[in-house]
């Protein structure tokens, strides 16, 4: 009898695994047409200086509106993207079209925007970039790229010569996530980042774990003996915000600055703002 329920037990997870094959085939086949049916947007999430509370930037975020109105997180279709290659038509779409906007926008902010490792790996960047600066008129130093760890990794002598050519064109560029990856000082060091996001799991664990508040300030040592300002990612409480500020963070991004949304404005503008 045991024999037999392993054997429903093999048979249920075959199953199973045929379901997920398969509803991974689908995505793939809808992201495919996606752009052409104008299932993507991008959301903008604010950044700002923690001293002065001056917004430094917006950070583009890809949303993906399927046609039945259901959406797909980015967490989960940016890995299939990558997977599938389809994140190079998809890169490129993104990267237009936050240059596109942020030039038409009245106020000169800067942007941010996420590139694949994948993109790295297999497009001109620094050309394609470039080319998108000419066409969208949006002036180099108002754009940021960021960048994890994983490329770094994976080629690092092809990824330092690529960042020094993104510099070179005049925009900058971010480590993203950092601290969930495998860098080190010496990666750090090697790289021309312009700025250390520091990954979201941090800020999460702060209240909970006391190693995280140390892990916090040995990155703010780290990013001030580098020379390299450090941005906080996920910040959604006040306490949060004012551990940050006593230990002399440069940036802070989350929710209780202002959530990803359609339109690049900020979530903490109004009575509540002027009272903090
Ligand atoms: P990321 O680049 O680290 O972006 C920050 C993520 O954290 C966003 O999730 C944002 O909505 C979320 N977030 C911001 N503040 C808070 C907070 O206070 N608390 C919590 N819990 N979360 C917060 P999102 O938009 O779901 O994107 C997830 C990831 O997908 C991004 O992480 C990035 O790695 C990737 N991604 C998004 N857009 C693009 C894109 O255009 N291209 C590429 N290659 N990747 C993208
Ligand atoms: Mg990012
Ligand atoms: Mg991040
Ligand atoms: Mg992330």
């Not at 509106?65 to 940016?78: K, L």
């Not at 990267?95 to 942020?102: F, G, I, K, Q, Y």
């Amino acid at each position: 009898r045991a024999k037999a329920s392993i054997a429903t037990d093999a048979c249920f997870y075959e199953e199973e695994m045929d379901k997920t094959v398969r509803l991974r085939r689908r995505m793939v086949k809808e992201l495919r047409t996606a752009i052409d049916r104008g299932e993507f947007s991008l959301h903008w999430q604010v950044q700002e200086s923690v001293g002065t509370g001056a917004i430094t930037g917006y950070e583009a975020l890809l949303r993906w509106t399927r046609a039945d109105g259901s959406s797909v997180s980015p967490a989960n279709f940016i890995p299939l993207a990558e997977q599938s290659g389809l994140i190079l038509a998809i890169g490129e779409w993104v990267l237009r079209t936050a240059c596109a906007t942020a030039a038409s926008w009245a106020e000169p902010h800067r942007i941010a925007v996420n590139l694949s490792p994948v993109q790295l790996g297999h497009v001109d960047l620094p050309r394609l970039v470039q080319q998108v600066l000419l066409d969208t008129g949006l002036s180099p130093a108002r754009l940021e790229l960021e960048i994890t760890e994983t490329a770094m990794i994976a080629d690092p002598v092809r990824t330092i010569h690529i960042l020094r050519q993104l510099k070179a064109i005049g925009v900058s560029v971010a480590m993203d996530d950092f601290g969930t990856g495998y860098s080190s000082l010496s990666t750090l060091r090697s790289f021309p980042f312009d700025k250390i996001k520091l990954d979201r799991s941090f800020m999460a664990e702060l209240n909970g774990a006391p190693q995280s508040a140390a892990i916090v300030r040995a990155v703010l040592t780290l990013g001030e003996s580098l020379d390299i300002p450090v941005l906080a990612e996920g910040v959604e409480t006040p306490e949060q915000l004012a551990f940050l500020r006593e230990q002399g963070c440069d940036e802070a991004q989350g929710y209780l600055l202002g959530r990803p949304g359609p339109l690049p404005v900020r979530g903490r503008d109004g009575p509540e703002r002027l009272a903090g």
